[in-house]
């Protein structure tokens, strides 16, 4: 299966995106460490009125994004997963690889992981980052989460820095960063 991919420009996301989007982070809400519910623009106290059912959950989180490029992988039609980034980021940590394409987020519906969706979205964004004129592309992670973890050394991506236990005692945050 090679999904197809579909790119959104901060704005460009229509309503059945944006639902679609949302139907992603809750699903994927409490895997990520901390809950997306936790995240974004004061944590949810701005809750997004576009989306049927969207009074709880990860609002903020939602909100966020939008404004940050987001590729969406279908598969006959159907949203199976997405990424969410930030062309020409720079920030302190990354400064090395400056300016990057910083992913920030990345989803693939559990019946659709390891069918190669995460991978076809990275090698999408690094095609894409290299055609722009980003040096790299970066994205952080956890240390536990190893199935993320995995898909980046396939990748080649290298660690560009370790917080340790900055999401939970034992929990480090891992940036990590691939020259395109």
Not at 39 to 57: F, I, K, N, W
Not at 144 to 163: E, M, Q, S
């Given at each position: 299966?090679?999904?197809?991919l579909?790119?959104?420009a901060p704005?460009?996301?229509?309503?059945?995106?944006?639902?679609?989007?949302?139907?992603?982070l809750?699903a994927?809400?409490?895997e990520?460490?901390?809950?997306?519910?936790?995240?974004?623009?004061e944590?949810?106290?701005?809750?997004?009125?576009?989306?049927?059912?969207?009074?709880?959950?990860?609002c903020g989180?939602?909100?966020?994004?939008?404004?940050h490029?987001?590729?969406f992988s279908?598969t006959?039609?159907?949203?199976?997963?997405?990424?969410?980034f930030i062309p020409?980021?720079?920030?302190?940590?990354?400064?090395?690889?400056?300016?990057?394409?910083y992913?920030?987020?990345?989803i693939v519906?559990?019946?659709?992981?390891r069918?190669g969706?995460a991978?076809?979205?990275?090698?999408?964004?690094?095609?894409?980052?290299?055609k722009?004129?980003?040096?790299?592309?970066?994205t952080?992670?956890?240390?536990?989460?190893?199935?993320?973890l995995?898909?980046?050394?396939?990748?080649r991506?290298?660690?560009?820095?370790?917080?340790?236990?900055?999401?939970?005692?034992g929990?480090?945050?891992?940036?990590f960063?691939?020259?395109v």
């Amino acid at each position: 299966m090679i999904p197809d991919l579909k790119l959104y420009a901060p704005g460009e996301l229509d309503n059945t995106g944006a639902e679609a989007l949302w139907q992603l982070l809750v699903a994927a809400d409490d895997e990520f460490v901390p809950s997306l519910s936790s995240r974004g623009e004061e944590a949810g106290e701005r809750l997004v009125t576009d989306v049927p059912g969207a009074s709880s959950g990860p609002c903020g989180y939602f909100d966020e994004i939008r404004s940050h490029w987001i590729i969406f992988s279908l598969t006959d039609q159907r949203i199976v997963g997405m990424m969410s980034f930030i062309p020409h980021y720079s920030n302190d940590i990354l400064c090395d690889w400056s300016p990057c394409s910083y992913l920030s987020t990345l989803i693939v519906d559990k019946p659709y992981r390891r069918c190669g969706v995460a991978r076809r979205l990275y090698e999408y964004l690094i095609e894409h980052s290299r055609k722009i004129g980003d040096r790299a592309v970066t994205t952080r992670t956890w240390s536990t989460n190893v199935g993320h973890l995995v898909l980046l050394d396939d990748l080649r991506f290298v660690p560009a820095k370790i917080i340790p236990d900055h999401r939970a005692p034992g929990v480090d945050t891992i940036y990590f960063a691939k020259s395109v």
